[in-house]
């Protein structure tokens, strides 16, 4: 296939090249052939979601490494430029790697986070790495430092088992990576088949992949050699009387248009698994109302379910996908007002932050004593402590605020009401961080 490459992306060529030696960058020929317009790029908005883009960096990093390669750097001298330039972001955002990790017997459980009391998070070795690679993911660490302890992955079937056996209280288990879908479909089964054939998992209601493959690689279902395979065992799920769910990340509608996704869609859709759809709000890529009011009445027609939309991870290059949450709040406002109800499922814009999931519900005024102050109106749809769930709390209004971080309390409140009771709990010695009771004798240290 011939590609016509607009001569703007041609010009700054070197910058490209320059930032894809820090950040991941891979992408396979569906996402080149079929989702880029290349005559958009550099402003395209698949381009701009899958090749690392110059402005990730700081103005002088970029520089740094352009000067190194403009001298003909050796390798050496290359990876430590570029390490030292890793090194200075973030990629574990809202403290992830120490908390959230359940115990048994004292030891932390390898690759599982258990931060909702209904539902746990598991990581599989095999699905650490994405069929493409988004800019603004804020798990590289995962895909640069396969082996090292900035990896969360497991492939210890039975430990998994014994932990969903333990915690009563879990209905749900998902899946997640990286993309558990770039597994082979009999790696995935081993999983699936174990859990299945315990008997003592019956409460465990719902599994759930997390997974990007119908965006970027749809013939993971249509023509894959293990794609009947892999269908198969979403039906052995659904056979088993449990819910099977595929979060799908869809961050622009032309990801929902081929005739490979649409049918991809229909063959998972006829396992009885059903597809619910999140992605986060990326500035430059789907900061506009009209994008997401599009992407949900498509999804919705493709029988999917619109489910969340993220504010971007305080994390990485945020300066440079980073959507104020007033702006963010008024595309939501704006895109869930002009669909129908059946497309109102979706929760957002909503923070994944390390007391739980926030969502902004509204921006108002409201008057006090001293006068009228304008407030966001927030609300926990997760929390660490299933008490705060749906709890509403205010923020004094701050237009550019991106992140919890930026807010304040309104109303001359100290603090939020939620801040007291986390920091006890997350500075209790031995704590992973949660305030439920995880049922089980195998959790040793909550
Ligand atoms: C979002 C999320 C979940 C799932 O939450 P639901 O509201 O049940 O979809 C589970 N664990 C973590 C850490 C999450 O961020
Ligand atoms: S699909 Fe998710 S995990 Fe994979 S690169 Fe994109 S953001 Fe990261």
Redesign the pocket.
């Known amino acids: 296939m011939e590609i016509a490459i607009s001569p703007h992306l041609l010009a700054s060529a070197n910058d490209y090249v320059a930032a894809a030696a820090v950040f991941p960058m891979r992408a396979n020929n569906y996402v080149i052939e079929e989702l880029i317009d290349w005559s958009r790029a550099p402003d395209d908005p698949i381009f701009r979601l899958v090749f690392p883009q110059p402005d990730m960096l700081q103005h002088d990093q970029l520089q740094v490494i352009k000067n190194a390669m403009d001298r003909d750097s050796s390798r050496i001298e290359m990876r430590d430029i570029v390490e030292g330039i890793r090194n200075l972001l973030n990629p574990h955002p809202a403290n992830q790697k120490q908390e959230?990790v359940p115990h048994v017997n004292g030891q932390p459980v390898e690759g599982m986070?258990h931060?909702?009391r209904?539902?746990?998070?598991f990581f599989p070795t095999e699905g650490q790495y994405c069929h493409s690679y988004c800019t603004y993911c804020f798990r590289w660490a995962q895909f640069t430092a396969v082996g090292s302890d900035q990896q969360f992955q497991s492939k210890d079937v039975q430990q998994l088992v014994d932990y969903i056996k333990e915690n009563r209280d879990l209905t749900?288990i998902?899946f997640t990576g990286g993309d558990p879908m770039v597994m082979h479909a009999h790696q995935f089964s081993r999983y699936i088949d174990a859990i299945l054939a315990d008997p003592g998992t019956e409460h465990l209601g719902t599994i759930r992949i997390g997974s990007k493959s119908l965006s970027y690689w749809p013939y993971r279902y249509v023509t894959d050699p293990d794609s009947q395979e892999m269908l198969g065992v979403f039906e052995k799920i659904v056979k088993s009387g449990r819910h099977l769910s595929i979060m799908a990340h869809f961050s622009h509608p032309v990801e929902l248009a081929s005739p490979a996704v649409q049918e991809a869609m229909r063959r998972i859709r006829n396992t009885g698994a059903n597809i619910r759809c999140q992605a986060p709000l990326i500035r430059g890529v789907n900061d506009q109302a009209s994008i997401w009011a599009e992407m949900w009445r498509k999804q919705t027609r493709l029988g999917a379910i619109p489910?969340?939309m993220f504010v971007e991870r305080d994390t990485g290059a945020k300066h440079h996908f980073e959507v104020p949450l007033a702006r963010a709040y008024e595309i939501y406002k704006e895109a869930v007002s002009s669909v129908a109800g059946t497309a109102r499922t979706v929760q957002g814009p909503s923070m994944?932050a390390s007391p739980g999931?926030i969502q902004v519900v509204g921006i108002t005024t409201v008057p006090t004593a001293s006068g009228p102050e304008k407030v966001f109106v927030l609300r926990f749809?997760?929390a660490r402590n299933p008490a705060w769930t749906k709890e509403v709390f205010f923020a004094k209004f701050d237009e550019n605020a991106s992140w919890l971080s930026d807010l304040k309390p309104a109303f001359g409140e100290k603090e939020f009401f939620y801040e007291s009771q986390y920091r006890e709990l997350v500075q209790r010695p031995g704590s992973s961080g949660q305030l439920f009771p995880l049922t089980g004798s195998m959790v040793a240290r909550v």
Do not use: A, G, P, V
Not at 118 to 121: D, G, I, P, R, S
């Open positions: 959230n986070q931060k909702y209904e539902t746990c998070l749900d998902l489910y969340y994944s999931k749809l997760q």
